[in-house]
């Protein structure tokens, strides 16, 4: 996935002097580039906190108890331990609903990529706390330092998805956002590396596992100043024409950008709001109803379709299934490899099948295989073989979330709003993933309780629900202008169509240009608009 170092430097080097005219980098390689960069610090690192925190899990709870008794005097009782151990795990999903919250001012003020360089120093100050907090014989460092890092990935989950559906090629749109899909999966599985036992899956160095949250950020922090800020920000939101240009020249790797700008020029003119729209705004808006409720609707079934839960199964399934307690952790690092490959693939085929098609498939088989999952689970103690068809449902399970459900979702909502209105729209989307999430963490534990392993047939509903309301209301927006993806709402919203004066300028002004090369079709330096 990184560049060799050459190339990198000659990227760089493109990049500082907006130089189109450059041989060593193709436009697509630098899109690639920009959205690696862009993703490092920020959905990497929001995977790699949802699985660095089980390897050190026991050793983390030791040291609660030494820190208690140290404190205290006397052991700390059971109840305690998993009290303090569950504020550690859960209030990264409060840290991350107050991110959220904070992702319309932040960007507002000081831009995408300014949001995305001010959230690394979030994920500094928590890779400090995390690590250093046994060190300083404080469990409160760790619950602090978690909430931080919450912070950090719920502004990242926002920030991240709008910066690359702006500077997108809309040909590109779907494959370059699913990088925030394909980083989280790369997250997780580094997660699950790393707490190996033969590397810092052990009772003394743990911490180390949390300082390598730095890495990442500190590594954004070199590389993000010399990417280009959003020119539609530029352009739209602070009028900064020749910024924008030079972000233009430089995502897109040519000189003549004029089509581009008049582009954004129009979109601007069409826009219904001369100012940023608020939450309310957004809310009370007839001619954006639906759209709000698809954002709220996909983004709510992506955290309630069942993908967290399973991990509090997985190692069950492997030890009735008879492996010896030191290979399961090998074993799990299947499930973090098949993640990342589905995700991949998605991002490969996401602009020839659609955003539409493979979230309803990846639903639909997340369903099917729930199914199958729970006859395996009510059979498991009659069959030996039995737990080896219930670890394959699981892989299966994950692989259908990361075709589709697992990235498409933020892909979703930067391309359902216009400019005015999405970082509101990141905001609402914000709150319901961490809102779903936190609930998730809450209640499955009762619901595995309660209903054993019928449980998941709670996540197969949910992923029915899911595709059938994507099935009847979602419309393709692949290679879509925002105009037409308002037309596709326009009956079911109620509301007359826009302008068609105003409709044929965006078509007359996007200036497209297709050319055949080698039997494919080529889009000449096309930019999505956001209509």
């Known amino acids: ?318 030890r009735d299934s008879g492996f010896a307690e030191n290979v399961i952790p090998y074993i799990v690092l299947s499930t973090g490899g098949i993640e990342t490959l589905a995700a991949v693939v998605s991002g490969l085929v996401i602009e020839r099948i659609g955003r539409r098609p493979l979230l309803i498939f990846g639903f639909s088989a997340m369903a099917f295989f729930f199914g199958l999952l729970t006859v395996f689970l009510n059979f498991q103690d009659q069959y030996s073989w039995m737990p080896y068809l219930s670890f394959t449902c699981i892989l299966a399970v994950i692989a259908s979330f990361c075709s589709g459900p697992g990235g498409i979702p933020f892909v979703l909502t930067g391309e359902l709003f216009e400019q005015s209105y999405r970082p509101a729209a990141f905001m609402i989307a914000g709150i319901v993933n961490w809102v779903a999430n936190f609930a998730v963490g809450l209640l499955f534990p009762f619901m595995q309780e309660s209903l054993q392993t019928y449980a998941f047939l709670v996540f197969l509903v949910v992923c029915v629900l899911g595709a059938v309301y994507l099935y009847f209301i979602l419309p393709e927006t692949k290679n879509k202008t925002f105009m037409d993806i308002s037309q596709s709402f326009a009956k079911i919203n109620k509301v007359p169509l826009g302008d068609k004066e105003i409709e044929n300028e965006l078509a007359i002004k996007a200036g497209s240009k297709e050319v055949e090369k080698n039997g494919k079709v080529i889009i000449d330096g096309e930019m999505e608009s956001s209509f």
């Open 1 to 318: 996935m990184l560049c060799h170092p050459q190339r990198l430097v000659a990227l760089v080097n493109d990049t500082m002097h907006f130089n189109p005219g450059s041989k060593s980098i193709h436009p697509h390689e630098m899109q690639t580039y920009f959205s690696f960069f862009g993703a490092l610090g920020s959905s990497y690192l929001y995977g790699y906190n949802l699985s660095v925190v089980n390897a050190p899990a026991l050793y983390i709870k030791k040291f609660y108890n030494q820190t208690w008794t140290e404190r205290y005097g006397e052991p700390i009782g059971a109840d305690m331990v998993t009290m303090l151990w569950s504020i550690t795990v859960s209030i990264f999903a409060i840290g991350g609903l107050l991110g959220a919250l904070c992702v319309t001012l932040l960007t507002k003020l000081i831009g995408r990529k300014g949001t995305l360089l001010l959230n690394n120093g979030f994920a500094v100050i928590a890779a400090l706390l995390l690590a250093l907090g046994e060190k300083a014989r404080s469990f409160e460092m760790l619950i602090i330092g978690r909430f931080i890092m919450g912070v950090d990935s719920g502004i990242a989950l926002s920030a991240l998805p709008m910066y690359l559906g702006e500077i997108s090629p809309r040909h590109m749109r779907g494959s370059i956002g699913q990088f925030n899909s394909i980083l989280i999966c790369l997250g997780v599985f580094t997660g699950q590396v790393l707490g190996l036992p033969e590397l810092l899956g052990q009772e003394s160095r743990w911490n180390f596992l949390f300082a390598f949250l730095a890495l990442p950020a500190l590594l954004q922090l070199c590389v993000l100043p010399f990417l280009p800020e959003s020119p539609r920000f530029l352009l739209m939101e602070r009028r900064d024409e020749a910024g924008a240009e030079k972000a233009f020249r430089a995502f897109l790797g040519k000189k003549d950008v004029s089509k581009e700008l008049e582009e954004v020029h129009a979109e601007s003119r069409a826009q219904n709001t001369l100012h940023m729209a608020s939450v309310t705004e957004l809310m009370l808006n007839p001619a954006l109803r639906w759209q709000v409720i698809t954002v709220m609707v996909t983004m709510a079934c992506y955290q309630l379709c069942g993908l967290n839960a399973i991990w509090y199964y997985t190692n069950g399934i492997l």
